[in-house]
């Protein structure tokens, strides 16, 4: 693989339920991001890592939570969904050799909560 | 408040030029993003300015002014492949990007 890939790309879910949302890059990227994008607003950021090992909350960290485990992981748990959280939710990295590096983007996962 | 304010929608047709503003308002400054996203698609980086003045890369080029807490995209020659959304975002003190809402570009030939 090459650049960031996540996992499903769509899911529609029972409100309750608990969801991981999988995001994998492959090109050593230091820091790794969560957003959610809904229509009308602008991208909004959940959670981020800086580095392997570490964690931090976002503009609208509540109902989420990451871990980050190795530098090629970074997956997005909702511990019991709820319809607000339906969205669609991209997954970037950066290098982070500096704090402005240009953020790439994985293709997105479309989640339905009913 | 942080704050980036953006047109919804513009349209041009083929072969003109537009040009896409974007204000913004953000806890400290650590230079102003612009991302294309095409519809059910990733953003992906266009462009990032973090000194005053105009940056040039082929058909598109990239504004700031620092003063004004302004930044536009010009885009020449255009084509029918760029329809899509224009993201401006803000890097607050924080290194955390404050997004835009988007402009939705329709490209008439």
């Known amino acids: 693989i090459a650049g960031i890939t996540q996992a499903p790309t769509s899911q529609i879910l029972a409100a309750g339920r608990r969801m991981t949302l999988r995001c994998t890059q492959d090109?050593?990227?230091?820091?790794m991001y969560w957003y959610r994008q809904d229509l009308g607003l602008g991208l909004r950021l959940i959670h981020y890592?800086?580095?392997?090992?570490?964690?931090g909350k976002g503009e609208v960290p509540d109902g989420y939570s990451v871990s980050r485990a190795n530098t090629d992981d970074f997956p997005l748990t909702l511990a019991s969904a709820v319809p607000s959280q339906t969205s669609v939710y991209f997954c970037?990295?950066?290098?982070?050799?500096?704090?402005?590096?240009?953020?790439?983007f994985g293709p997105g996962t479309r989640l339905t909560v009913l | 408040g942080q704050n980036i304010d953006q047109p919804t929608e513009m349209t041009a047709t083929e072969g003109a030029i537009v040009q896409i503003n974007c204000t913004y308002q953000?806890?400290?400054?650590?230079?102003l993003f612009w991302y294309q996203q095409h519809a059910g698609e990733a953003p992906t980086f266009l462009s990032y300015?973090?000194l005053d003045g105009l940056e040039e890369k082929g058909r598109f080029s990239s504004f700031l002014s620092r003063s004004k807490g302004y930044s536009y995209l010009l885009l020449k020659e255009l084509q029918m492949k760029d329809s899509a959304s224009y993201l401006c975002?803000?890097?607050?003190?924080?290194?955390?990007?404050?997004w835009g809402a988007g402009t939705k570009l329709i490209i008439k030939p």
């Open positions: 970037a990295s950066a290098t982070g050799t500096s704090g402005t590096d240009t953020q790439y």
């Open positions: 090109m050593r990227h230091n820091a």
């Open positions: 890592s800086n580095t392997a090992g570490t964690t």
């Open positions: 953000t806890s400290g400054f650590n230079g």
């Open positions: 300015n973090v």
């Open positions: 975002a803000s890097m607050d003190s924080n290194y955390q990007l404050i």
